[in-house]
C-alpha cells in the first residue's frame, strides 16, 4: 500500500502546510465527548472528568510499573472548534507500552457512555493491522482514517455511507473522514456504526493476559552499583530506563567521560559498591545484557575474577548500569530532558548535606527480588518446531518450549495468520486481495472508466499483430520472423491462437474495423495509396527496413520482379513516412514516440547525418 492520501495542497491552491506525520515509535490517542445536548463549556468540564479519571486509573493498575520511554498522559485542547483530550507517548522499543495505552484506554472508555477513542501510531490504524484478516473489504488503510473508534470498550467502525444530498453525491464513497465528519456522524447516526466482534477480537489480541501482563512486563536482577545510584533508583525506580537507553545508544561523544583516569573525573564514581535489587523493563534489561561492552578503565579491577560466576554478572550489570548514568547526566544534549533536571536536583540535595545516601543498614531492608532470565533464551530446535505447529515436545529435548508463555502465543498466532494467507484462494501474487475496488492509485480512472473481468478479456494488446498491421497499413515488407503469405491490401490479418468459434468472430469484426479506418484514411487523405513518383523516390531513401531472404523481388531485369516491387513500394503513405521520419529525429537521440513506435515494429533506423551533408 501506499499510504493513504494526504489531500496535499500546492502553492497556488491554498497551500497549508506539509502534511504531519508522527515520530517514529509514537502512538497518539484523541478522546472526544460526544453529545449534542452539551454546549462546549460543558463538554470542557466533562473532559476534565475524563482526565481525572484517566489518572486514578494509571495510580490504580501502574503503581509499579516503569515506562520503557515515555508515559501516558492527556492534555485538554481545542482543535478545529472542538475541545478534546489528547496525549502523545514515544514507546521507543517497548511495543508493550503502546498496547498497555490501548489497555488503560479501552478500561476508560467503559467509565463514561458518551467517550469516544481514537488511536493512531506510526503505522497509522494499527488496530486494523492486527485485524487484518478479519477486516470486510470495503475497509483498507485508504479510506480508515477516522473510521475506526474505541467506545465503551468496543471496537466500532464508521460504515461507507451513501449521498443524501445533491452536494453529497459529487464526493466519493470510498474515502477517508475528517474528524468533523467522523463527529457529526456519531452525533447523528451512532446506531448505524458496526460492532465486529471477529474484527475486535483480533484488534484486541495482544490485551488477552492484561491487567496481569503489566507486571510481567517487567524484570528484577540483582547487580552491584554505587550507592549514591542505588539511593537514586529507591527514590525512583523509573530512573533505570532513561540510563539504559543512553547506555544502549551511545556514541563516542558519549563515551568520553568514561575515559577519565581518576575517580574525580566522574559523577558516579566505581566506589562505595553496594549490591541491591533492581527493577527494570524486560526490554530494557535485555539491552543491557546482551551488549558487549569493554569496562572503562577505572572498573576493570572491580569485576570479580571469574567471569562464569554470578557475582560478575550482577557486578557487569552494575557496571553496565552506572555507565549508562554517567552519559545521561554527563551528555550535553541531555541537559534539557525532564529526567536529568531531577537526576542533577537529587544529586544537588545529596551535595549540600540536605539528603544523606542510605546507609549499610538501610540498604539491608530494601525489598530483593531475583526474576529468572530465562525467558532470554531461546532454543532453536523448539523454535523451528514451534513454527512447524509442532508443539510437543520432542525427544531429548528439555521442556519443548523456548521463550516466555506470551511469546510463545505470539508467535503461533503469527504463524496461523501466515498459514491463512498462504491457503486464502482469493490472495494473489501481490498479495491478500483486501484494497482492490477502493485503491487510490486508480481512483483518478475508476471515476470515468468502468472496468469488468469480461471487457479485460474481450480486449486485449498484441505488440506483434499491432507491428504487422502497421506495416501492412504502411506497405512496408513483413517481419523477418513471418512465414505466412501475406494477404490482400487493406485486409488485417489475425492470428489466432486457436481454433475457437468466438475467436474467429472477433478476427473478423477486427478485419471489419481495419477496413473501416482505411476507408475513413483514403478518404480523408492521410493513406494515400497513390503517390507521385518523386514521393517513391524521397520515401526510398528515407526509409531503410529489413527485408526477409528469399521474400524480396526477383533480380533487376525481370518485368515482374520490377511489377511486384513497384506494387509493394506504393503501399508506402509519404506522408506518414516523412511524419515518423522528422519525429524520430526531432528526439535528438532520445527517446521518444517515434522511436518507441518503430521499435514495438522491430525498426532499428540509423542515426540521422548532418543535412548539411550532400
Not at 199 to 209: D, G, I, Q
Not at 258 to 276: C, H, N, R
Not at 287 to 296: G, I, R, W
Not at 571 to 596: C, R, T, V, W, Y
Request: proline fraction near 5%; glycine fraction near 6%; charge should be negative.
Amino acid at each position: 500500500m501506499d499510504g493513504p492520501k494526504d489531500d496535499l495542497k500546492w502553492f497556488g491552491e491554498g497551500f497549508d502546510g506539509f502534511p504531519k506525520r508522527l515520530p517514529e515509535d509514537c502512538v497518539e490517542y484523541i478522546l472526544h465527548i460526544i453529545d449534542s445536548k452539551l454546549q462546549d463549556a460543558e463538554v470542557r468540564a466533562r473532559l476534565r472528568d475524563v482526565q481525572t479519571a484517566a489518572t486514578n486509573l494509571t495510580k490504580k493498575l501502574l503503581k509499579n510499573h516503569i515506562w520503557q520511554r515515555g508515559g501516558f498522559g492527556l492534555e485538554l485542547v481545542r482543535e478545529d472548534g472542538l475541545s478534546l483530550l489528547r496525549g502523545r507517548t514515544n514507546y521507543g522499543d517497548s511495543v508493550e507500552d503502546e498496547w498497555l495505552i490501548v489497555y488503560l484506554l479501552r478500561e476508560l472508555s467503559r467509565e463514561f457512555a458518551d467517550l469516544w477513542i481514537k488511536l493512531v501510531d506510526t503505522d497509522g490504524e494499527f488496530l486494523l493491522i492486527e485485524a487484518a484478516n478479519a477486516l470486510p473489504r470495503w475497509l483498507n488503510p485508504e479510506i480508515a482514517n477516522n473510521r475506526i473508534w474505541l467506545h465503551d470498550g468496543k471496537l466500532l467502525l464508521i460504515p461507507l455511507q451513501q449521498p443524501t444530498t445533491t452536494a453529497e453525491k459529487t464526493v466519493p464513497i470510498s474515502r477517508p473522514l475528517n474528524a468533523k465528519e467522523a463527529h457529526h456522524f456519531i452525533n447523528d447516526n451512532a446506531t448505524k456504526l458496526i460492532h465486529s466482534p471477529m474484527v475486535e477480537s483480533e484488534a484486541f489480541y495482544r490485551l488477552r493476559n492484561y491487567p496481569k501482563q503489566i507486571d510481567d512486563n517487567m524484570h528484577h536482577a540483582i547487580i552491584t552499583i554505587p550507592r549514591k545510584v542505588a539511593y537514586i533508583l529507591h527514590e525512583d525506580a523509573a530512573y533505570i530506563s532513561p540510563a539504559v537507553e543512553a547506555f544502549y545508544l551511545r556514541d563516542p561523544i558519549a563515551l568520553k567521560p568514561l575515559q577519565a583516569k581518576d575517580v574525580g573525573g566522574l559523577i558516579f564514581p566505581p566506589e562505595d559498591l553496594v549490591t541491591v535489587s533492581v527493577k527494570f523493563t524486560k526490554v530494557g534489561y535485555a539491552q543491557l545484557k546482551s551488549q558487549q561492552f569493554s569496562a572503562p578503565p577505572l572498573w576493570n579491577d572491580k569485576l570479580p575474577m571469574d567471569q562464569g560466576s554470578k557475582d560478575y554478572v550482577g557486578a557487569e550489570m552494575g557496571m553496565k548500569a552506572t555507565c549508562g548514568f554517567e552519559m545521561l547526566v554527563s551528555d550535553p544534549q541531555n541537559k534539557d530532558k525532564r529526567s536529568v533536571r531531577e537526576l542533577k536536583l537529587l544529586l544537588d540535595d545529596v551535595r549540600s548535606g540536605e539528603e544523606q545516601l542510605p546507609s549499610d543498614a538501610e540498604v539491608a531492608k530494601w525489598e530483593t527480588r531475583e526474576d529468572d532470565d530465562k525467558w532470554l533464551d531461546i532454543n532453536f530446535e523448539d523454535f523451528e518446531r514451534e513454527l512447524a505447529g509442532k508443539a510437543a515436545k520432542a525427544p531429548g529435548t528439555s521442556n519443548g518450549k523456548f521463550g516466555e508463555k506470551s511469546t510463545q502465543e505470539n508467535l503461533r498466532k503469527m504463524v496461523e495468520r501466515f498459514e491463512d494467507f498462504l491457503n486464502d484462494d482469493a490472495a494473489g501474487a501481490e498479495g491478500a486481495e483486501m484494497m482492490d475496488a477502493m485503491d487510490f492509485d486508480d481512483d483518478d480512472d475508476d471515476e470515468s472508466d468502468v472496468s469488468s473481468e469480461g471487457e479485460d478479456k474481450a480486449v486485449s494488446f498484441d505488440e506483434k499483430e499491432f507491428a504487422r498491421m502497421m506495416r501492412e497499413m504502411m506497405g512496408m515488407p513483413a517481419d523477418e520472423e513471418e512465414d505466412s503469405p501475406p494477404e490482400p491490401q487493406g485486409v488485417a490479418r489475425i492470428e489466432h491462437v486457436d481454433s475457437d468459434s468466438e475467436q474467429a468472430n472477433e478476427g473478423k469484426e477486427i478485419r471489419k474495423v481495419m477496413q473501416r479506418m482505411e476507408t475513413e484514411l483514403n478518404e480523408a487523405g492521410a493513406l494515400n495509396l497513390d503517390p507521385t513518383p518523386q514521393e517513391i523516390a524521397a520515401t526510398q531513401t528515407a526509409i531503410k527496413g529489413k527485408k526477409k531472404k528469399g521474400s524480396v523481388a526477383s533480380p533487376v531485369g525481370e518485368d515482374e520482379g520490377k511489377d511486384s516491387s513497384d506494387e509493394e513500394e506504393v503501399h508506402i503513405d509519404f506522408n506518414l513516412a516523412k511524419n515518423l521520419l522528422e519525429s524520430f529525429k526531432s528526439q535528438g537521440g532520445m527517446a521518444g514516440p517515434g522511436g518507441n513506435l518503430m521499435g514495438v515494429m522491430g525498426m532499428q533506423l540509423p542515426r540521422d547525418a548532418d543535412d548539411t551533408l550532400p
